[in-house]
């Protein structure tokens, strides 16, 4: 891979990318999901050392904030679609093959999934766990959605 400077308009247009195989990707791309990871990992281990509802939450929404997106990336990628996310950015850099784009893919969601699934398990519901549990990530799942949509609608 090659490091280049993309371009040199002020402060909008200004950051690195690299070049792979499939293209060239803005390497701010991959600080979400990394960001995601890390600020999941690290919120599941003071829910470990102080088990309360608020450590758990903030590490299940970190780690089930790039379930819903990698979905439809899987799903694109298998289609030999366009990418939809930032993870699908970052892939399509590596490898324009679909296969290749699914695989790796797969094997992002399975690291969210190990660990929203370890998240989940530190909840402290004593009936419907399962029920519970869903129903938080349906209930982030719909705020960032609308996030998502204000958003657009004010631009």
């Excluded at 090659?2 to 195989?21: M, N, P, W």
């Excluded at 893919?105 to 549990?133: C, E, G, H, M, N």
Aim: hydrophobic fraction near 55%; proline fraction near 3%; include cysteine.
């Amino acid at each position: 891979m090659v490091c280049i400077k993309s371009s040199t308009k002020f402060l909008t247009d200004q950051h690195y990318a690299f070049e792979g195989r499939g293209g060239k990707i803005n390497v701010a791309l991959a600080m979400g999901p990394a960001f995601s990871l890390i600020v999941g990992v690290m919120c599941l281990l003071i829910a470990r050392r102080r088990p309360t509802f608020f450590w758990v939450t903030a590490a299940f929404t970190n780690a089930t904030l790039r379930l819903f997106p990698l979905v439809f990336d899987v799903s694109r990628a298998t289609q030999k679609a366009e990418r939809f996310s930032d993870e699908g950015n970052i892939v399509l850099a590596f490898t324009a093959n679909s296969t290749g784009r699914a695989i790796v893919l797969l094997a992002i969601f399975a690291i969210f999934l190990s660990l929203t699934v370890l998240v989940a398990r530190r909840y402290d519901f004593p009936r419907y766990r399962t029920a519970k549990v869903i129903g938080i990530y349906l209930l982030s799942l719909a705020v960032g959605i609308s996030l998502v949509l204000v958003d657009e609608m004010l631009k």
